[in-house]
């Protein structure tokens, strides 16, 4: 039995990796501030003797003895990370200082929790790891892209100076049951439209495309990174390569929901990247992983959590 902490635990994803590291057998400490994330995504494991939840915040040191970190802490949507961005770099780059600095002392494993985000609007399609990206530095998504970029920069130079056991995952676009209902993402946005029977709201002429893949793919390939030898440190892309445009992605939600709603088009938010699709050669070389689970399947159990709250 492993004693894991997850930072962002309460999240949308570290909600899904806390169940499984649980069902996996290890001890799990779930940290949370409760910015976006909150206690009923993870009220089901509470009564687990292997499991504490613990409020706090990244920003802040926090000492605990564990074998192993995930760092997810960190605003996701753009709406969440841009309604205070300060704050968002604040908990991106001194959040990745002080898991490194634990991970450090305690002689842990750590993985940062990257993103797709790093390649910005990217003018190489699709994304391979060795790509750097196109972001703009000033611009409304810097806070998460240039911090999340900044992250890896130390998780890299931590490894390389103080020799931290270092994974970073750069996960593309993933959805699935405990997404926030007004967290402002495309799928979580269109389902509950179309649920509610509102205008489903294109921004853009929406032939903007993106790479969904469901959170349970998604878990599975963090704990297969974590999991690969400790001398294999390069980021990693994990996603789904399937890639669909926002027109597409409507009409399906429309399909799979039944629902009479109709597509209106409202302005493309600043710096929406055009494409977005990965190369994930590595994870399929270095760790045995692909998806399995397409957008249709995974579409229909996500509007059937979806059903459930809305
Ligand atoms: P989320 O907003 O649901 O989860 C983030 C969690 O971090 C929340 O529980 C929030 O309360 C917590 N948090 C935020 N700031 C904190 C702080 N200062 N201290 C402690 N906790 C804090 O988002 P998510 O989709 O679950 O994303 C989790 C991680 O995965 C993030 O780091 C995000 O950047 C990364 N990621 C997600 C996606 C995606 O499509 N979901 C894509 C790429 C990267
Ligand atoms: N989008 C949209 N309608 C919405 C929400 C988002 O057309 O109601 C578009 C958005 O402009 C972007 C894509 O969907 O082109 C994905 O947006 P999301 O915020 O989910 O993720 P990200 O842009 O971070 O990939």
Redesign the pocket.
Known sequence: MKKILV????????SHLCERLLNDGNEVIC????????KK?VVHLINNPCFELVR????MPYLIEVDEIY???????PI?YQYNPI?TI??SVA?AINMLGLAKRINAKILQ?????VYGDPQVHPQPESYWGNVNPIGTRAC?DEG?RCAESLFINYHKQNNVKIKII??????GPR??PN?G?VVSNFIVQALKGKDISIYGDGKQTRSFQYVDDLTEGMIRLMNSPDNFIRPVNVGNPDEFTMIELANKVIQLTGSKSKIIYEPLPADDPLHRRPDITLARTKLGWEPTINLDEGLQRTIDFFKTIV
Do not use: W
């Not at 940290?31 to 909150?38: A, E, M």
């Open positions: 930072t962002g635990g309460a999240g949308f994803l570290g940290l949370d501030n409760y910015f976006t994330g909150q995504n706090h915040d990244v920003t760092n997810l802490a960190c605003p996701a949507s969440h704050k604040k908990t959040g929790a990257s993103t797709s985000e998460y999340k750069r996960i593309f676009n993933t959805y997404m926030h967290d993402r």
